[in-house]
């Protein structure tokens, strides 16, 4: 699957500033392969517990491969968006988003969302999934599949709130398939759908500032 002429903006697309929903401001933008090591920091500030909860398994490392993998992507069938704190020494990474389409199913993706700690709590991972939702629009995605600890009550409550269909795998693991609608619009009217709406207006340029852009209560 190709579709070079409608990624190749995002690809290249500066970043943009976002606010939180405390008034942090935090630099979005597609992830490049020289944030391999902005990556490998991160998860060594993540708690144990937030490390379960992105791999469903105790890591403590990331390979250079697996390094590589997760930075070097096409935005196509894998997409990643990376948030920034422009605020400290080297713009560090303090969340992202990304989905993998799913080979048997190119409507489909799985999907996973990354938060430091100290970042956890204001908006931040519901403003990565927004952005991330409209650039998977664009490549032809409609359904993120996401598997989520039962624990996990922070990204249960957003998927939630984007009517995703909950489905116990294994035990302690729920698998949630969330639509990702074309039109926005569309979306429940909750806190998550509404910055889901404002996300995709900020993109399309009907709102005027990064202030108009925060994150929901």
């Known amino acids: 699957m190709t579709m070079a002429a409608v990624t190749a903006p ?28 902005r990556l ?3 998860l060594h500030k993540l708690s144990a517990a937030s490390r379960y909860h992105r791999f469903l398994a105790a890591v403590s490392e ?4 697996q390094l590589r993998q997760l930075t070097d ?9 990376i948030a920034l704190d422009p605020a400290l020494p080297g713009e560090p990474a303090v969340g992202v988003a990304r ?5 048997q199913d190119p409507g489909m993706a799985e999907v996973a969302v990354t938060v ?9 991972g519901t403003l990565l999934l927004g ?3 409209r650039s998977a629009t664009r490549q032809g995605i409609r359904t993120f599949r996401a598997y989520v600890d039962e624990d996990n009550d922070a990204m249960l409550r957003i998927f939630r709130d984007l009517g995703a269909h909950v489905l116990c795998v294994e035990m302690g693991v729920c698998q949630l398939d969330i639509p990702v609608p074309a039109d926005p619009e569309t979306l429940p009217d909750t806190p998550t759908g509404r910055v889901f709406r404002a996300v995709a207006a900020r993109a399309a340029g009907r709102l005027p500032s990064a202030g108009s852009l925060q994150a929901a209560p």
């Open 116 to 124: 430091l700690d100290a970042y956890q709590g204001r908006g931040l």
């Open 99 to 103: 989905c993998i389409r799913v080979p």
């Open 62 to 65: 990331l390979s250079e491969e």
């Open 131 to 133: 952005l991330l939702s």
């Open 10 to 37: 995002l690809l290249t697309a500066p970043p943009r500033e976002l606010l939180l929903r405390d008034g942090t401001g935090v630099l979005v933008r597609p992830i490049l392969p020289e944030d391999r090591d």
């Open 73 to 81: 992507v096409d935005q196509v069938n894998h997409i990643a968006w």
């Open 40 to 42: 490998r920091v991160g």
